[in-house]
């Protein structure tokens, strides 16, 4: 645990140093956010801002990790190889994240990037053959319950359910980025709590992972602070969602992954409880009627006089809560 706390500071000062020469070349070329026309009106200030902030993220922690585990990875022992699963999921869903953000900012469908059905259909493939790699290649296929000694054999079910969580945690951390420093506070919390639980259960390698994607995830809030100079983007949500879920999976815990995604969960609820309802009123009554004023829920929050700071301090310490409450049942 000491080496790992040593390679997030590691991480952040690598981030934070570099920093602000990758958001030069970004503002150069012109790598902007274009904001959804339907958000709160208090956004359309942050029109411009340069996005794929993920980068300064995934980028690092992939240098760090592969640099502490070059003797591991050629082959020298299974178990530091076994680091490549979530290090490949983070490089794999930052280049799906980075082609669509460049896709939005270069005019694609005016501005909205790759088709939902298109990148579902990408997600599916990669989430496919990771699952076929933790059940084949690192031969991970049970479920730990709290409160249960021994770890249940989920069989081959295992393979759509680790697809479902990976999917799952990708897409609802990029629901989460929607607000300054909101998503890089959350998911910096969930891979603490994570790092945690590797520690107690002697997975090395996982801990010193974890860890530093947490320095360079705090290191990535210097910029994102409110007012952002920089936004995360699919870059590094999808990359830290997708990565989040492997990490769960890993550990065996992933049951618990609602819990300590508490904020990312109810924004992917909210969306979903949204849409469903305004569908169904619409086939029902011919006009479509809302739950919350817009969502995901963080909007609703804004709109009923929230200051943007607010949300996501106090969304800050539910999701901090709800790790340490993850942390405790992993415990059980």
């Not at 669509?100 to 939902?116: K, N």
């Not at 107690?200 to 990535?220: D, E, H, K, P, W």
């Not at 409880?273 to 809302?290: D, L, N, W």
């Amino acid at each position: 645990m000491d080496f790992a706390l040593i390679l997030a500071s590691l991480s952040f000062l690598m981030v934070v140093f570099w920093g602000r020469p990758y958001l030069s070349l970004l503002r150069h070329w012109e790598i902007g956010k274009r904001i959804r026309i339907d958000g709160p009106d208090g956004h359309l200030s942050k029109m411009g801002t340069p996005t794929m902030g993920g980068i300064l993220i995934t980028v690092p922690v992939i240098l760090i990790t592969v640099a502490l585990n070059i003797y591991n990875l050629v082959g020298q022992t299974v178990i530091g190889r076994s680091i490549m699963v979530p290090l490949s999921v983070m490089g794999a869903y930052g280049l799906l994240g980075a082609f669509d953000d460049l896709a939005g900012v270069r005019g694609i469908r005016h501005g909205e990037g790759f088709t939902a059905r298109f990148k579902m259909q990408l997600e599916i493939a990669l989430t496919l053959l990771v699952g076929l790699v933790l059940y084949y290649g690192l031969e991970i296929h049970s479920i730990a319950i709290p409160g249960v000694d021994e770890k249940i054999d989920l069989g081959l079910f295992y393979i759509p359910i680790a697809m479902f969580v990976i999917i799952g945690s990708a897409n609802a951390a990029n629901l989460t980025d929607g607000l300054d420093g909101l998503a890089g506070i959350i998911l910096a919390s969930a891979f603490a709590a994570y790092g945690v639980i590797a520690q107690l259960q002697g997975q090395i390698y996982l801990v010193r992972f974890c860890f530093t994607v947490v320095g360079a995830s705090f290191a990535f809030l210097w910029y994102n602070a409110h007012p952002a100079e920089l936004f995360m983007g699919d870059t590094g949500s999808l990359a830290l969602g997708a990565t989040l879920g492997v990490v769960a999976l890993m550990t065996g815990q992933w049951l618990i992954l609602p819990i300590v995604m508490l904020v990312p969960i109810a924004e992917t609820l909210s969306v979903m409880i949204q849409v469903s309802y305004f569908k169904y009123t619409k086939r029902k009554y011919g006009e479509g009627r809302r739950i919350f004023k817009m969502t995901p829920i963080h909007h609703h929050f804004e709109l009923l006089g929230w200051s943007e700071t607010q949300v996501v301090q106090r969304f800050w310490l539910v999701g901090l809560l709800a790790a340490m409450a993850g942390v405790a049942l992993a415990l059980i």
